[in-house]
C-alpha cells in the first residue's frame, strides 16, 4: 500500500461532525498557544498529543507515529519542569510501547476497513489491573517524595495510571478510556499549578483538558461498536 492510499484509508469511517471538530479543536489549541507564545516545544506536543488520542480512539494505527514525536517532546517538558515520574514514563515506557504498539495493532485490524477490532477485560482482569495499579501508585508517590518531585503525588498517580492506560491501549481494550479519564484530569490540574506559577506551557495545560474531553467521547463511542 502507497503512502496516499494509507492516508486516505486512515480517514475512512470518520462522521462528518469529526472531521469537523477534530481540526478545529486542534485548530484552536495551535493558535491560542501560538498568541501567548507558548514554549514551541509544548506546542508541538500538544498538537501530536490531541492528533494521536484523535487517532486512537478512531483505531488508528497512525496514531503510533505521530505518538512517537509527541512522546519526546512531552518527555523533554517533563525533564524541564522537573517531572521525573512522567520523564521516565514518556521516556523509558512510552516510546518502546508506541512501537510494540504499530506491530501489535496490524495483526487486529478489520477486514473492511483499517480500523481496529475493539475489546474489553474480563471481571477478573479489571480488579487485577486495578489493584496493581493503585498499589504502584502509592509506592511511586513515596519514592518521588524524596526526589524533589515538584508535584509527587499527582506525578505518581499519572504516571502509574499512564502506564496501565497504554497497555489497555496497545491490548486495544476499552477500559483503556476509564484509566485515561483520571490521567487527563489530574494531568490537567498539574500543568495548570506550572502555567499559573510562570511556566511556559499553556499548549500543555489545553492538551491535557483535550484530552479529558475526548475520553468522555470515545469511552461512549466504543461502547456502542462493542454493543454491535
Known amino acids: 500500500m502507497n503512502l496516499i492510499n494509507f492516508i486516505k484509508r486512515e480517514f475512512e469511517g470518520w462522521g462528518k461532525y469529526e472531521r469537523f471538530v477534530f481540526p478545529a479543536v ?58 521525573w515520574g512522567n520523564l521516565a514514563l514518556y521516556a523509558l515506557y512510552y516510546f518502546p510501547m508506541q512501537i510494540l504498539g504499530i506491530f501489535r495493532w496490524r495483526k487486529h485490524l478489520k477486514t473492511d476497513k483499517q480500523e481496529i477490532v475493539k475489546t474489553q477485560l474480563s471481571v477478573k482482569d479489571r480488579f487485577f489491573y486495578a489493584f496493581l495499579t493503585l498499589l504502584a501508585s502509592l509506592v511511586l508517590a513515596y519514592v518521588l517524595k524524596f526526589t524533589g518531585d515538584s508535584s509527587p503525588v499527582i506525578d505518581a498517580i499519572t504516571t502509574v495510571f499512564s502506564v496501565t492506560g497504554l497497555l489497555l491501549t496497545v491490548k486495544r481494550c476499552i477500559e483503556q478510556w476509564h484509566v485515561w479519564l483520571v490521567v487527563n484530569g489530574l494531568s490537567a490540574v498539574m500543568w495548570l499549578n506550572l502555567v499559573l506559577h510562570g511556566s511556559k506551557t499553556l499548549a500543555t495545560f489545553m492538551m491535557w483538558s483535550v484530552y ?7 469511552l461512549i463511542v466504543w461502547q456502542k461498536d462493542l454493543k454491535k
Open 212 to 218: 479529558f474531553v475526548l475520553a468522555i467521547y470515545f
Open 26 to 83: 486542534i485548530m484552536f489549541v495551535l493558535i491560542t498557544a501560538l498568541s501567548m507564545r507558548d514554549n514551541p516545544v509544548a506546542i508541538v506536543s500538544a498538537v501530536c498529543g490531541i492528533s494521536y488520542t484523535i487517532l486512537a480512539g478512531k483505531g488508528k494505527i497512525s496514531c503510533y507515529y505521530i505518538g512517537l514525536c509527541g512522546t519526546m517532546c512531552y518527555a523533554y517538558l517533563s525533564f524541564v519542569n522537573g517531572l
